[in-house]
């Protein structure tokens, strides 16, 4: 199955997401801000990055920009899971170059469906 980083600052978030892509195969990687997902996903190129917005120091949008517009990790995708809800973060996070952009909190389907959606390409 498919290797996936996870980057939130939350470890309850963390924790759930993280069982939610186990009990399906994947393989979880985990970075708990955007500076160290953005060095992860340089060092690990994982499969797919599941971004979290709201983060002390490099926040999510910024580090989405980092890894989408970088030739080393753009053919990453990033997918945005956050609790921000408002139309203007939505779009604002797929001008950055996300691939998706999920709310929390999330219900496991919508994750793996999302997920599978962008793994397909």
């Known amino acids: 199955m498919a290797r996936i980083l996870i980057v939130d600052d939350s470890p309850t978030e963390m924790y759930k997401l993280a069982a939610m892509l186990e ?56 997918i945005i899971i956050t609790t921000k809800d408002q139309e203007t973060d939505k779009v604002w996070g797929k001008r950055q170059g996300a691939r998706d952009y999920l709310t929390k909190p999330l219900a496991e389907e919508t994750l793996l469906k999302t997920l599978n959606a962008v793994l397909a390409g």
């Open 23 to 78: 009990k399906h195969g994947h393989r979880v990687l985990k970075a708990e801000n955007g500076a160290d997902g953005v060095a992860l996903a340089r060092q690990e190129k994982p499969d797919a990055v599941l971004m979290d917005i709201v983060m002390p120091g490099l926040n999510g949008f910024q580090a989405t920009r980092q890894l989408t517009k970088d030739e080393e990790t753009s053919h990453i995708p990033v």
